[in-house]
């Protein structure tokens, strides 16, 4: 059996960005880049899998990113996954066309599941798993928080707004993760050593037959300031009329 | 420009800092204290302060006893708690390191500190989450324990106010006011503030201010990453449980929130080139990605100590900035060239547990012309003119190798190193 686990490069949420000067974009100066935290989980959730069901499963990470994306497919080596493969690729992709991507790759590597995050906390789009099932015609369990494998398929666990929603579907099968489904392990010491030595697989759109047709154009971006004003205020009087002042109560 | 003047400016809102600014205040002083970012927001915000007071020399432990009881009075007027006295063992698995903890009970004992050995059974109780069946040697000492950083720092900033310190925030200072010699004020983009004395406290940044006035600060800005799992339902750690250290895998160790926290002085260590970091860098955002060597070789480290932790253990990973000198002490006081410009920065990874009395010393130093303490070991001048300390790659490489002996020789086995790795993945 075949893990694939598509890996997003994504810039560190947490630290301070800055638009670039067209403002259609981030400025990738001193930029940390990380691998999309719900792609983590899904990779220990592959790596969970072959360790306590399917032993001889064999778990793939496949990374779209200029050729530094590299580093994020070695995180994933190192957790533990068997191999990595870049498809190299700069400049903006979107969903649909990182879907399309992938399922060249599927249609390569033939993986019984593909575990993916639910979205990446770049662009929060949250398309690429529908995306990709839609394509590959392929069942799909999105925002997993628990997976079995039962019969010949899967029970999952569902978290939506309503609640936990408990599905069955059959394999192959697209699963995206949600937050609750794990916490990714760091990867060990000897582990990060051997992940060293192992080689990156390349390929490229062009290689994989995928013509890439941009759906989506940036426009452009803004910052939100997220500077707070604090002022003190004496009474509830003072804190009404400020309130009034800025028509938060009429 | 003249609610820009007062009599002192501190560079840095960190606890040597605001140390430093709450007791001049308190002896009359004015004082303003200018913050590149928010307030113990850099090294003291990542900080473990684990408190060991028995240090190198008495005169060390003087100032971390003293600092002690200055803490306790914080907590009265903060009305916080700060210091957790836990007390504190060092374990020893050679004979090399039993005779280490040997010699430190008898200085121990010379200065009237309260040292013993524990036997190892008597250990394994304290600490039954801790491996102790191939230890040979641990002492105790009762008094010790940690200070909560966050708590020290607000205390500090609290009682500060009160005695009408001015805290500027988001302030970084981009030059140096200089008339001929004479320091008499910085530049910021809030515009520009004067005072006869300024005080470098900016930490992992105080070479680059010094810089401003074309000092060379022999500081070196070093990575350091700790963990603390979450509470393991099999080896519950309770708050009260010591702190350690165990200088033999190069760890060190305390309580938090029921988990264990555990850090590494490693052979080696990040190092941060601090002009290459964006301008309004958050330490607070630094965070150690899933195939972090550093973190990786503290796991391994701390899994010799503690079996039950490894990679895949629920926890919460601390990375950020020390600010090291050549030989793990800070500098406290002026250099040569500048008059009116002190420095109060290079604490090495013990920035928290210092910071009580070194503000007492920065004080006396600035006020009086000297201080009650016997400070020889920790003057700022130490390096001034002595060969090897004027260029930066020298000084960053000798910073570099003090952090990697932190904790001594390590005979046999490395503990915490790559070569310990490889034999482990072999």
């Known amino acids: ?250 | 420009m003249s609610e820009n003047k007062s009599d002192i400016i501190i560079i840095g809102g960190g606890v040597a800092g605001l140390s430093t600014a709450m007791q001049l205040a308190k002896r009359g002083a004015s004082v303003t204290v200018l913050e590149r970012e928010q307030i113990g927001n850099g090294s003291t915000g990542r900080a473990a302060g684990l408190l060991g007071q028995l240090r190198g020399t008495a005169e060390h432990t003087r100032m971390l006893m003293d600092g002690v009881e200055i803490v306790k009075e914080l907590e009265a007027q903060a009305n916080v708690e700060i210091y957790v006295q836990t007390g504190s063992v060092r374990v020893a698995e050679t004979p090399e390191r039993a005779q280490e903890l040997t010699d430190l009970i008898e200085m121990g004992r010379s200065i009237n500190f309260d040292i013993n050995e524990i036997p190892i059974d008597e250990l394994a109780e304290r600490m039954p989450y801790m491996r102790t069946d191939d230890l040979t040697t641990a002492c105790w000492c009762p008094t010790d324990g940690h200070l909560q950083p966050a708590e020290l720092a607000s205390a500090y900033h609290k009682v500060g106010r009160d005695h009408g310190v001015r805290y500027e925030t988001n302030c970084p200072v981009t030059g140096v006011l200089l008339d001929g010699k004479k320091a008499h004020g910085v530049q910021t983009p809030k515009g520009e503030f004067h005072a006869p004395i300024l005080v470098n406290a900016a930490g992992p940044w105080s070479h680059l201010v010094a810089g401003l006035t074309n000092t060379t600060l022999p500081t070196a800005a070093l990575g350091h990453v700790y963990l603390t799992t979450q509470p393991h339902p099999d080896h519950p750690v309770d708050r009260l449980s010591p702190g350690f250290r165990n200088r033999h895998h190069r760890i060190y160790g305390r309580p938090e929130n029921g988990g264990l926290l555990v850090g590494m002085y490693g052979e080696d260590c990040p190092e941060f080139d601090m002009n290459k970091l964006p301008p309004d860098f958050d330490m607070s955002a630094m965070k150690a990605r899933r195939d972090d060597l550093h973190l990786a070789m503290l796991i391994h480290a701390a899994q010799q100590r503690f079996p039950w932790l490894n990679e895949r253990t629920p926890m919460h990973v601390t990375t950020g900035i020390m600010t090291f000198t050549p030989d793990g002490l800070p500098f406290c006081g002026q250099l040569p060239d500048h008059e009116g410009l002190f420095y109060c920065t290079g604490f090495s990874g013990h920035g928290i547990v210092q910071s009580p009395a070194i503000g007492v010393i920065m004080s006396e130093l600035i006020l009086d012309g000297q201080s009650s303490y016997d400070i020889a070991s920790i003057e700022a001048d130490r390096y001034w003119e002595v060969p090897g300390f004027q260029d930066r790659a020298e000084i960053q490489q000798r910073c570099y190798k003090m952090q990697g002996s932190y904790y001594g020789r390590v005979e046999g086995k490395t503990a915490g190193t790559q070569t310990d790795a490889k034999e482990a993945s072999a």
């Open chain 1, 1 to 250: 059996m075949k893990m694939l686990v598509p890996c997003k490069r994504v810039p560190d949420p947490d630290q301070k960005l800055r638009l670039n000067a067209e403002a259609v974009g981030i400025d990738s100066n001193a930029l940390t880049y990380i691998l999309n935290p719900f792609d983590a989980i899904a990779v220990e959730e592959a790596l969970h899998i072959r360790e306590t069901a399917h032993p001889d499963a064999e778990v793939i990470a496949v990374s779209i990113a200029p050729a530094e994306g590299e580093a994020d497919l070695r995180t994933a080596l190192a957790m533990g996954a068997d191999r990595a493969l870049l498809i190299e690729h700069n400049g903006p992709t979107d969903p649909w066309n990182v879907a399309r991507l992938l399922a060249a790759v599927i249609e390569h590597e033939q993986p019984t599941l593909v575990l993916m995050g639910k979205q990446a906390v770049d662009d929060d789009a949250n398309q690429t798993g529908q995306f990709l099932a839609a394509q590959l015609g392929w069942p799909q369990a999105t925002f997993a928080s628990q997976i079995e494998f039962i019969d010949d398929g899967l029970r999952v666990h569902r978290e939506t707004d309503l609640g936990i929603e408990v599905i069955r579907t059959t394999l192959p099968a697209i699963v995206t993760a949600d937050l609750r489904l794990n916490e990714p392990r760091y990867a060990s010491l000897p582990s990060i050593l051997r992940a060293k030595k192992k080689s990156i697989e390349q390929t490229t759109p062009a290689e994989l037959g995928v013509q890439l047709e941009p759906r989506v154009r940036l426009i452009g971006m803004e910052l939100i300031n997220s500077q707070r004003h604090c002022e003190k205020v004496e009474t509830a009087s003072n804190l009404l009329a400020k309130l009034r002042e800025t028509e938060v109560v009429e």
